[in-house]
């Protein structure tokens, strides 16, 4: 097994995005690459945390491969916008990558330059390629919350 986390947006929206490829095992929101300890969502949504909502993804790398989830990760949302997805604005709500090692922060920046090159996006990619730190978990009624609801309740995909 091995994971990946990534920040495209509204949390809600990206975790079912991802639960449907086959190699995706499990899959849990949260909050990173901020400075705040745990934080809560009441805290992250103002903003001032630092911290981006993400999804951890953990997944059987002989069925799914890290790029393949890179390429997942730039069809689930927009990644020229800064800090913004859909109706959804602020620093929490950037797209990034949160790579674990030095292959991962390759891979991440060779596709944003191959996205890049093949011209589906009006503008540059602005992802976020930053090292992971610290993943906090969401609170439960977070996550799967889609599942939950009904409704991803978020711009995605």
Known sequence: MATAIFGAGC????????????GV??????YTGGNAEHPTYEQVKTGTTGHA???????DASVLTYEELVNIFFEAHDPTTI????????????????YSSDHEKTIANEKIQQWNEKGIFKRPIVTEVT?????????????????KNGSAACSIG
């Not at 909502?53 to 997944?59: C, D, G, H, L, T």
């Open 25 to 30: 095992i499990a899959t849990r929101v949260g």
């Open 83 to 98: 800090n913004q997805q859909g109706i959804d604005v602020g620093h929490q709500y950037r797209s990034a990558i949160f």
């Open 11 to 22: 949390f809600w929206g990206v975790e079912p995005f991802f639960e449907r490829f086959d």
């Open 131 to 147: 090292k992971a730190t610290v993943f906090y978990e969401a609170e439960e009624h977070h996550q799967k919350y889609s599942q």
């Open 53 to 59: 909502e993400a999804v951890k993804i953990e997944y």
